[in-house]
């Protein structure tokens, strides 16, 4: 729920922040709270808040945000949800806190003047918010800690200034859209931006699983509170029954807790195993025909799974909706999405996702459940299943070889790098077997090879970026916790880490959002997310079977239709949509972009990949799909005014 934006103005004196900022920043962000708005100021004006409001929890005036203490030395504007907040209260109540209304946002506020910013340790739930602490005149910024809620901050002149977009931080004087090079370099490979970074210069995300303090010297501190590295190793024996009823367990919790709300809670079915499990349950825990909403193609059939959703939804008896879209919808939504992502997400599931929140809300549905976070943990994606089983039969091998063996093959690939391009290859694959960088780089757009360094400027490719070094940054608290952990764990891990709080949860959170409604992920619970680190891949993927042990935990709800049927992907079919009818689109974007000025591309090159693409040579549609977002993105953000 809700967007929350503020201003620390800790390198002036009184009165520096004007509350019209606020308000315009706030309201930048209407479409993720329409339902009410509100602003605070500290007495001296060197902090505010804001905040838009999507009612979820306690609907009377009381929910109002921003909400201060009792005594005005403790400021709160918050967005998401606490699952656990009302078994919180009690002792809060206990200890004399007093309460003026029903919602979850007041007991962090009261929790955080008994601990602090240690209190995010106690909540359960997804979350981004920002407390004012008069006393300590500082400001506390708070991540989830799957990073299922965003949150952007940026200091700039004496002004530390947060929100849950960029677009409201751009709607502040001292803040301005400049192009960070870096980023746009991993955005190619990643498809998405790798916190702490963003596409914009100057401007952070929080990773998940983190807050920020800021002191009255401009001072802040990062500190990261959870990892999924953290886990902790279940007592006594794994095996395949015991680790099923666990899952069954934490799941069924985990969908339970988020249906908590006072208004009524929807789910999206795609007909696949992970929407029918959160289905399933939740129209247990319903007294009414929980409504689902699917979503299919109308111009490539073959790809739906509408039939296979409206099988589960007659099993759950639930109020079941659908919609249609096609290539002609990514021409019409296209300038919309990159207005609403921020940043550029080269995921083009954003397409159908839209249509499915657009109809959840016309049909009065504000919050829903969807199926995010099961493919990583549980192993369900062709490509992670191939690359273990590559593992398994080639390279656990390569890197048994003594370490002097691969370190003299390495100094010999060196001489290689210098003599031809194709040395650089080499030099790449020893240091994966020595463990100077990763083997699992997780869904990469272009990795770092020759059709990446083919497609930049001379001047972009002698910046010498690099994005295994990303890779092994995000690596290095697992490794540092458990240095031998199994490479099943390393690959969900960085799922864990990259691909799922800075692309599929952001696009789910900036999607569903900007029609005014909220998602909620029950497979990213994160009491279930420490288990499952803590689960073998000879469990999980019992004899290669995707996502065993999930069929297993969830059998007595699915119907086995869907159990065995097999993993179909959610539709958005850009490489036949490129050849069948979004070509010309695709080339009118990309062709007549101002990034094209930018000299930080050979569009000469970028143009022959798309042409290779749409005539079938070659099969490049995801690396248009992202260099297309990239320059609808630019147009839209860096080569015309943000406003």
């Known amino acids: 729920m809700c967007g929350i934006a503020g201003v620390f103005a800790y390198g002036y004196g009184a009165g520096a922040v004007e509350p019209a900022h606020l308000v315009v920043m706030r309201d930048a962000m209407t479409h993720r709270g329409p339902d009410d708005a509100g602003w605070w100021v500290n007495e001296t004006r060197t902090a505010g808040l804001a905040h838009r409001r999507l009612s979820i929890i306690d609907l009377s005036p009381d929910g109002r ?25 009690p002792s809060l109540v206990r200890a004399g806190h007093r309460f003026r209304s029903q919602t979850d946002t007041e007991v962090i506020l009261h929790l955080f003047e008994d601990r602090g910013p240690e209190c995010v340790h106690d909540l359960d739930g997804m979350f981004a918010f920002a407390t004012w602490d008069e006393r300590a005149r500082r400001l506390v910024l708070a991540r989830d800690r799957l990073g299922v809620k965003p949150l952007y901050y940026c200091q700039r002149h004496g002004f530390l200034i947060f929100a849950s977009e960029i677009k409201a931080l751009l709607r502040h004087p001292a803040v301005s859209a400049e192009l960070d090079e870096e980023a746009v370099y991993h955005y ?34 990062l500190t990261r509170y959870w990892d999924p590295a953290d886990a902790p190793l279940p007592p006594g024996k794994l095996d395949i029954e015991s680790a099923a009823d666990e899952v069954k367990n ?69 109020d079941h909706h659908e919609i249609l879209y096609g290539y002609k919808d990514v021409e019409e939504y296209l300038p919309e999405l990159v207005h609403t992502q921020d940043e550029p997400l080269a995921d083009p599931v954003c397409i159908p996702l839209f249509h499915l929140a657009r109809l959840a809300r016309q049909s009065g549905i504000v919050v829903v459940q969807v199926g995010e ?16 089983r590559s593992f398994e039969r080639k390279w656990r091998h ?26 650089k290859r080499w030099t790449r694959l020893f240091d994966q077997a020595l463990g100077k960088s990763e083997l699992f780089w997780g869904s990469v757009a272009f990795g770092e090879n020759g059709e990446k360094s083919q497609l930049l400027a001379d001047s972009f490719n002698d910046r010498h970026y690099d994005s295994g070094t990303v890779v092994k940054g995000l690596m290095d608290p697992l490794l540092a916790a458990s240095p031998q952990a199994e490479m099943a764990a390393r690959v969900s891990y960085l799922d864990l880490k990259l691909r799922l709080p800075e692309l599929l949860l952001m696009r789910v959170d900036k999607v569903t959002m900007s029609v005014g409604v909220e998602a909620r992920e029950p497979f990213m619970d994160y009491r ?45 079919p850009v490489n036949v949509w490129l050849r069948s009818g979004l070509g010309d689109f695709a080339r009118s974007v990309i062709s007549g972009s101002n990034l094209k000025s930018a000299g ?10 798309l042409e290779e693409h749409i005539s079938g040579r070659r099969d490049w549609g995801v690396q248009a799909w992202t260099i297309m977002n990239l320059c609808a993105w630019y147009d839209r953000w860096i080569a015309k005014p943000a406003g």
Request: aromatic share 8%.
């Open 528 to 572: 279930l997310v420490e288990y499952l680190m803590t689960v073998p891949r000879k469990i999980k993927l019992k004899g290669w079977d995707p996502k065993h042990l999930l069929k297993r935990a969830v059998a007595d709800v699915v119907p086995t239709s869907i159990l065995e049927r097999p993993k179909q992907a959610f539709a958005a």
């Open 600 to 609: 930080l591309f050979r569009f000469t090159e970028i143009e022959r990949l």
């Open 250 to 318: 934490l799941f069924r919790a985990a969908v339970k807790k988020r249906m908590i709300a006072d208004v009524p809670v929807g789910a999206f079915l795609s007909g696949g195993l992970d929407s029918s499990a959160v289905v399933g349950v939740a129209a247990e825990c319903t007294n009414h025909p929980l409504k689902t909403f699917s979503i299919g193609l109308g111009d490539n059939p073959e790809y739906n799974e509408l039939e296979h959703a409206q099988d589960v939804s007659r099993r759950y008896g639930t």
């Open 398 to 423: 390569v890197m048994a070889v003594p370490r002097p063996a691969l370190q003299l093959g390495s100094a010999v690939a060196a001489l290689m790098e210098r003599a031809t391009p194709r040395g």
């Open 188 to 221: 190619l490979t990643f498809k998405a931006t790798p916190a702490p970074r963003t596409m914009f210069a100057g401007i952070n995300k929080l990773a998940a699983g983190h807050f920020v303090t800021c002191d009255e010297h401009g001072h802040t501190r």
């Open 65 to 89: 945000q921003p909400i201060v203490n009792e005594d005005g030395t403790v400021a709160i504007t918050f967005n998401g949800e606490i699952y656990n907040y009302r078994d919180l209260r």
């Open 373 to 388: 976070g099961s493919d990583e943990q549980f192993l369900g994606y062709d490509s992670r299943i191939e690359f273990l």
